[in-house]
């Protein structure tokens, strides 16, 4: 069967949906020789991120640029089929929310969260107006739907009144190098090259408002005044959008030399990162997985995450839940996981259990059974 999968995110996108896709079909690599795939992308590869290699897979690089073919295909509606540029397919999957039109290829689109419609306030205008637009017509136009968690299809079913036979849950994997480093040279070389002090907290998310960094920070700065409480919050991610006030709120607590900015991590320096660290906090108003959480489990770092969206559903019995208003009661978590060993000793040996969940070669197989199951209708 012939499979087109948009690869676009995976060059275009660091982490997130990025992230997913090249996980995604490096696992379907692994896992299936038998079907064909064109890996299509209007954006060229770059030696950070380039195509995977194996027998049946296909790059095809069209350099028109997502932004114009994003105006082409989802703004001025030009009706120009995907297998124009990518060629004849059985299915074609969109990992990214939208989808183009297809000349005769069944489609497939993965919607990862419907924050845009649940919390709007915590995105730009102009990119909520766009979600709202092409989404609920990507659902209607797809032929199946990939939603990452069952508070996902949830919500597409109780907010866009999908049919809910229309939707398969796939958990997201937790890519193979993201294990706990036991060597201590490269866990000082980590510590000493991003000026970490213990013990700190670390926060693994683009900074945007939906992550609920401002409220992590005053958070920090009541557990920072506890004998036992972190030294340090640790915040790795590139600026997203509305970030202003997670920086003005580091000013007006005064916690300029508490609170280090990483920017963007590598891919090769996360797991080092997440092992050093003496907790992960994933504060977020709302998720539609939640990556950080289960790559923190595969790292052995205890975690501490709040009620929204499906982070209880991802975390299970494996973390710290704190309601995401709860300024006080993260703080008294944050202190609790940084001091009480036993606590960390069993949200540690709770996580690596739930971690048989998130395995990218089940979720690629589940992927293919999707791509079948549609080609046949």
Known sequence: MRITIDYTSAIAQGAGIGRYTRSLVAALARVDATDRYTLFSVERPTPERGFPVAPNMRPLVRPIGNRYMTILWHRAHVPLPVETLAGRADVFHAPDFSLPPTLGARRVVTIHDLAFMIHPECSVPTLVTYLNKVVPRAVRSAHHIIAVSQRTADDLVERLHVPREKISVIYLGVDPSLRRVEDPA???????????????????STIEPRKNYERLIEAFAIAQQHPDGPRQ??????????????????????????????????????????TAADALAAPSLYEGFGIPVVEAFACGTPVVCSTGGSLPEIAGDAALLVAPDDTRGLANALVGLVSDEGTRATLRNRGYARLGLFDWDTAARAHVQVYHQVAKH
Do not use: M, N, S, T
């Not at 090259?193 to 926060?203: I, K, T, Y």
């Not at 790795?236 to 280090?260: D, I, M, P, S």
């Open 233 to 274: 919050l640790v915040i790795a991610g590139r600026k997203g959008w509305l970030y202003e006030g997670v920086f003005a709120a580091v000013e007006r607590l005064g916690l300029g030399e508490q609170v280090r900015f990483l920017d963007y991590v590598a891919d090769a320096d996360l797991p080092a990162l997440y």
């Open 186 to 204: 490269r866990l000082a070389e980590i510590e000493a090259r991003f000026g970490l002090r213990h013990p700190f907290v670390l926060a693994v």
